[in-house]
């Protein structure tokens, strides 16, 4: 069982090497950004409540963001492992994901940071949102995005590093470039628990 969290600014490609991530080593990926479209779309109580946030850019509310964390992961009791992506982004929300997780005899193993350049960041953004009409691609909205980012999730690296679980990650080059670089952090961890296992 090996539990990875990805995190990068908005634009940094985790919700792309998050797929590859999942797809590759076998385990569950959960995006919390997903999960708050996903209720958005369905009119859900839920996504009523989250709405007018999510659209403007701002930071869903801790409590109700681990709620839908917890109930993600109680939906998976099987998983081989889980990659959070978008999870946590505020210290509150890093420290209950350690409590959740060690109620279930887990931990978090390892996280990578994604670092991309902000010109390139804000490109990117632009270009999604003209490709997939995300509600919350709009310039006034990325800029909340990125404040959001750099006031309460970008500390959340040094909760982290302090546990000598952080990974950075230069996130400029293709995909497969970038997954390659992930791909070699990642692998030694699942490698660990093979040996461990025979
Ligand atoms: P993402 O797809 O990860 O960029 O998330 C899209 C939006 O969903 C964010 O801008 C927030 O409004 C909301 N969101 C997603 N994950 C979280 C989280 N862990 N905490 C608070 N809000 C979140």
């Excluded at 869903?60 to 963001?65: M, N, R």
């Excluded at 009409?133 to 990325?142: H, P, Q, S, Y």
Aim: net charge neutral; no cysteine; proline share 5%.
């Amino acid at each position: 069982m090996v539990n990875i969290v990805i995190f990068g600014p908005p634009g940094a490609g985790k919700g792309t090497q998050a797929q590859k991530i999942a797809q590759a080593y076998g385990i569950t990926h959960i995006a919390t950004g997903d999960i708050f479209r996903r209720e958005i779309r369905s009119g859900s109580s839920l996504g009523e409540q989250i709405k007018a946030l999510v659209e403007s850019g701002r930071l869903v509310p801790d409590e109700l963001t681990v709620e839908v964390l917890r109930s993600a992961l109680e939906q998976q009791p099987t998983a081989a492992g889980f990659l959070f992506d978008g999870f946590p982004r505020t210290n509150a929300q890093a420290e209950a994901l350690d409590r959740l997780l060690a109620s279930m005899g887990k931990k978090v193993d390892v996280v990578i940071a994604l670092d991309v350049p902000q010109e390139e960041l804000v490109k990117r953004l632009l270009q999604r949102a003209r490709q997939q009409g995300r509600a919350d691609d709009n310039e006034a909205v990325i800029r909340r995005r990125f404040e959001e980012y750099q006031r309460k999730t970008a500390p959340v690296q040094d909760y982290y590093a302090q546990q000598g679980k952080l990974q950075h990650i230069p996130g400029v080059g293709t995909i497969d470039e970038v997954f390659g670089r992930i791909r070699q952090v990642l692998d030694p961890y699942f490698l660990k628990q093979t040996d461990g296992a025979a």
